[in-house]
């Protein structure tokens, strides 16, 4: 079964300039040294591994990600949660998954089912990895933008880490050419649920194993006490999910955070860490 799919073209010509670093010798070295204190989305700390549980696989180190390519008009597939449907929003298309065609200058095809997660079904359709069965083959998207999802924190963490590598293995397997990004849940009340945090821990760690970015909102403190209600629509319809306003702050967020993917120099694994030559 095909589950449908919306799509939004930019009103216009790429909203944000790029302004790519020069490439030299010097940046080169910089970026090695930098690599290791730095997140890929310019977080002064990285969060520590999430601890695997009792009887659960430990993940393999983290590999650094190369350089997200971006391309004027590419075409994004923003998938993921009622966030990503619009929810809350006056309507679903002015939510943040539809606002980043014009952010960023691209098609995107948005695939949000509300309630649903890696091991939750939602209200319109399965659990991620159903859904992720049925897209279809031919959408070939340039880069795939997968959010969430703070749905499976009550079920969290019987087979969690199984149900998210079996979901990332299909997608890869549907659409080999895509880039990948993951952007892990944002919170919905504060302070932030533990067994989010643990989600959003457990997902860094899986897509640091695959060299894919992730952004954390949590960790980048995208919502605080200071801009909760600004953000968050607590109200009987908004139901604790992101207002119109909040959606238009999303877009900017996760448009920004992409950017630096893309302005990220490419990493060298056996660039020289001092400028004395190689022995002969």
Same mark, same amino acid.
């Given at each position: ?130 859904? *992720? ?15 969430? $999802? *703070?749905? /499976? ?23 080999? /050419? ?7 849940? $944002? ?35 995208? *919502? ?18 992101? $207002? ?22 490419? *990493? ?13």
């Amino acid at each position: 079964m095909t589950y449908p799919l919306s799509m939004h073209a930019p009103g216009g010509t790429r909203a944000r300039k790029l302004w790519l670093p020069l490439v030299s010798a010097t940046l080169a070295v910089a970026a090695v040294c930098a690599v290791a204190v730095l997140r890929p989305w310019g977080a002064p700390e990285p969060v520590a591994p999430a601890a695997v549980a009792q009887g659960e696989p430990a993940v393999a180190a983290s590999v650094p990600p190369a350089p997200l390519v971006l391309e004027d008009d590419a075409r994004v597939l923003v998938f993921g949660d009622s966030w990503v449907y619009g929810s809350a929003a006056t309507v679903p298309t002015l939510g943040f998954a539809y606002l980043l065609a014009d952010e960023l200058g691209v098609e995107t095809v948005v695939d949000g089912v509300r309630g649903s997660g890696y091991l939750k079904p939602g209200l319109d359709g399965p659990a991620y990895g159903e859904r *992720i069965g049925a897209l279809d083959p031919s959408l070939d998207p340039d880069v795939i933008i997968v959010e969430g $999802s *703070i749905n /499976d924190r009550k079920l969290y963490p019987a087979g969690y880490r199984d149900a998210v590598t079996a979901a990332w293995d299909a997608l890869e397997a549907r659409y080999p /050419d895509a880039e990948i990004v993951v952007l892990g849940p $944002s919170p919905q009340v504060l302070p932030v649920e533990d067994a989010t945090r643990k989600i959003d821990a457990a997902l860094s760690e899986l897509a640091g194993a695959r060299g894919w970015w992730y952004i954390s909102p949590i960790s980048e403190d995208w *919502i605080t006490e200071a801009n909760y209600l600004d953000v968050i629509d607590t109200g009987p319809i908004g139901r604790d999910h992101p $207002s119109t306003g909040g959606h238009a702050y999303l877009a900017d967020r996760v448009a920004t955070a992409i950017e630096r993917m893309e302005q990220q120099p490419a *990493i060298v694994a056996d660039a020289p860490l001092d400028d004395t030559p190689p022995a002969p």
